[in-house]
């Protein structure tokens, strides 16, 4: 194994020992594979490279203070990969095979996972992708999932700082009934000239509006989006975006501090009426917001006046993040401890 600078870690790629391969042919799965290998040998007509049939999950392993390694929410992004299958016709992968492959990739590079007390974790990146040839547009009838991790650092740079966004009107992540919802990689391709754009303007990431109407806010780039108002967590309704694991556990602990939550639409002029906004997501957990600039409308939203995370939000973050690493009770059932 590699020496690894723990404390340095950026998001990125890093080559671990062992993925974890699954086939679907003949109408079942097979047999979990073990590879230590990084390429696949995929035809050249197979339906993942023709007709867009691959969806993906994202979670995370952490090392407790306690030295056991947890797999946060790993059914609920179990759930997610089924549902993703079904949005893009794609053969399911049953939870019980999903949650097994996990958990052996997990197991089989335990030296991968980054130590405790360094914010840092291990990246969890399951892929179902369509393998079967086909030339007409149709479903594939093979299909391969497989489940490699890395280890990674903060998503973004700056940590649990605020950023600034750049409202996006230009382009659109998602149609409003296409695959907004889905965790395909199509959605991610859209997004990367305008994520480019933005990042070459010194903003963090986009904030996208919905792209019917331009009206009301949908996500942030790769994250959910969130606005505390009061005692109030508003997060928005939308068909067109994707169910955030960790938003959802956001809305619960907010739940949990007394908080009232809204999943409702949010029109981008209540951008106004925030006293904070966060983007959330599993690769950042949660980055707070300091401005948002709508150059539709020469408007600039500023949160974070003193330069540091909004009290709501630095609690939100505290908590699940505790969960995370063992040093809160998971009262929710969200941890999954490998022995």
Same mark, same amino acid.
């Given at each position: *194994?590699?020496?690894?600078? &723990?404390? #340095? ?19 079942? &799965? ?9 390429? +696949? @040998?995929?035809? *050249? ?11 993906? #999950? ?31 016709? *794609?053969?399911?992968?049953? $939870? ?33 992708? $369509?393998?079967? /040839? ?10 391969? %999932? ?30 409003? +009934?296409?695959?907004? @919802? ?15 754009? /933005? ?19 949908? #996500?942030? $780039? ?7 108002? $009061? ?22 602990? /907010? ?18 009426? %925030? ?46 993040? /505790?969960?995370?690493?063992?040093? *809160?009770?998971?009262?929710?059932? &969200?941890?999954?401890?490998? @022995?």
């Amino acid at each position: *194994m590699q020496n690894i600078d &723990w404390g #340095e870690l950026p998001f990125a790629y890093m080559k671990t020992d062992y993925n974890v391969r699954c086939y679907f042919q003949n109408g079942k &799965w097979g047999e979990l594979e073990i590879s230590s290998s990084e390429y +696949l @040998n995929l035809h *050249m007509a197979a339906t993942s490279l023709h007709y867009g049939q691959e969806a993906f #999950e994202g979670l995370k392993a952490f090392k407790g203070k306690d030295g056991k390694i947890r797999i946060f929410r790993l059914d609920e992004n179990a759930k997610r990969l089924e549902s993703s299958a079904s949005g893009l016709l *794609m053969a399911k992968v049953p $939870g019980d095979l999903f949650e097994k492959a996990v958990i052996k990739a997990v197991e089989l590079n335990k030296d991968f996972v980054p130590p405790f007390g360094l914010g840092a974790s291990l990246y969890i990146r399951p892929l179902l992708i $369509g393998s079967g /040839a086909e030339v007409g547009v149709k479903a594939a009838k093979e299909y391969l %999932f497989l489940v490699f991790v890395t280890p990674v650092g903060p998503y973004f740079k700056e940590g649990f700082k605020p950023v600034d966004l750049f409202i996006c009107r230009d382009f659109d992540r998602a149609a409003p +009934l296409g695959t907004g @919802n889905i965790k395909a990689g199509g959605n991610y391709a859209a997004s990367l000239i305008p994520t480019n754009l /933005a990042h070459k303007d010194g903003y963090a990431a986009i904030l996208y509006l919905d792209a019917k109407e331009k009206k009301y806010i949908d #996500e942030c $780039g790769p994250a959910n989006f969130f606005g505390i108002k $009061g005692n109030k967590y508003i997060t928005p309704d939308s068909k067109s975006i994707l169910p955030s694991i960790t938003n959802k556990s956001l809305m619960k602990l /907010a739940e949990d501090m007394g908080m009232e939550v809204e999943v409702r639409k949010v029109h981008v002029e209540e951008l106004a009426e %925030f006293d904070e906004v966060g983007a959330c997501g599993t690769a950042a957990v949660i980055t707070p917001v300091k401005k948002i600039v709508d150059p539709g409308t020469n408007k600039i939203y500023e949160y974070c006046q003193d330069g540091n995370p909004g009290k709501i939000s630095t609690k939100l973050y505290n908590r699940l993040t /505790a969960i995370q690493f063992g040093e *809160m009770e998971d009262v929710h059932d &969200w941890i999954r401890i490998i @022995n």
